[in-house]
């Protein structure tokens, strides 16, 4: 029989015969956070209310199903219950995270977050596809509005900026992807973008035939190199463009503050370090500079 849900609303309770059904496929769609539990556990007694207080308060945000252990052993052996409570979550058929006892409500909370977009997330989520289906002001009032729901969501504030950069708006973009704090996992990105909004400046008003035939016709001309490979950056020609900033390194380094160096640095995080390009380019920049 399939599980039904309770009065309480978002919380089921589930059996050997339709936990597959129930948590494995139901988690394809929302997450699941099973609880073991069994009615002579004290603790069980104490982390249930919690987890179906909250299942109530996140509004469907995920399923909470309950598993008696000692009604359904087979489960329970299944996925290596030894003590309870123990929840266990799952997302996407697969189990996504767990932990052992009745733990107080804050780790409970803190645990859900990390299983559970919140709407800041789901702000997020929808404007990238407002973005990749070419709508950027619907994207950007989707990005807008999960910072207003969570200043510090970082990936929104990226996109963000890549969406304004993308419009043109390079003094706005960059302003924000300035603000994101040195140490944190996504200020790589935002550096990578910062790059490119300088690529974007120094091609400005020119054209790639123009260019080429004023390093042709000077081979150390410093700024028609740099444009140059400006140029290449912004058309993701990342080779051609570090061909360039190694001549400007080569005849001028210190030309834009070192920018051509810098410049290499930045299409090396765009690219990712690690790629066979990166090492190949980055023992170039070196002969050059040692």
């Known amino acids: ?103 107080p409500e804050p780790q409970v909370r803190k ?23 070419d709508q950027p002001a619907m994207a950007e009032a989707n990005y807008r509005a999960a910072l207003e729901k969570k200043p510090d969501h970082y990936p929104a504030q990226i996109a963000l900026g890549r969406v304004l950069l993308g419009q043109g708006r390079v003094d706005e973009g960059v302003a924000l992807l300035e603000s994101i704090p040195q140490g944190i ?7 990578a973008l910062l790059a490119t909004a300088q690529f974007q400046k120094f091609a400005a008003g020119h054209t790639e035939a123009d260019l080429l035939a004023k390093v042709e016709a000077d081979p150390r001309d410093a700024a028609s190199h740099y444009a140059l490979g400006s140029l290449y950056a912004t058309r993701q020609k990342y080779t051609q463009a570090m061909d360039q900033f190694l001549e400007v390194v080569r005849f001028n380094r210190k030309y834009n503050d070192d920018g051509a160096r810098k410049a290499m640095l930045a299409i090396f995080t765009i690219i990712g370090e690690g790629q066979p390009v990166v090492r190949e380019y980055r023992q170039k920049l070196a002969n050059l500079l040692f």
Do not use: H
């Open 111 to 133: 645990f859900l977050e990390g299983l559970v977009p919140s709407e800041a997330d789901l702000l997020a989520k929808q404007g990238y596809e407002w973005e990749v289906s």
């Open 1 to 103: 029989m399939d599980a039904t849900i309770t009065a309480t609303n978002y919380v089921i309770d589930v059996t050997d015969q339709n936990f597959a059904s129930e948590v494995l496929e139901r988690s394809k769609t929302v997450p699941v956070v099973v609880d073991f539990w069994a009615a002579w556990c004290g603790p069980c007694r104490m982390l249930g209310p919690v987890l179906e207080r909250l299942a109530q308060e996140y509004q469907g945000g995920f399923i909470l199903a309950k598993l008696d252990v000692d009604q359904n052993q087979d489960t329970a052996r299944r996925y290596g219950v030894q003590g309870i409570p123990a929840v266990k979550a799952f997302r996407d058929g697969q189990m996504a995270g767990e932990f052992t006892g009745a733990l």
């Open 185 to 191: 996992s996504e200020r790589g990105v935002a550096d």
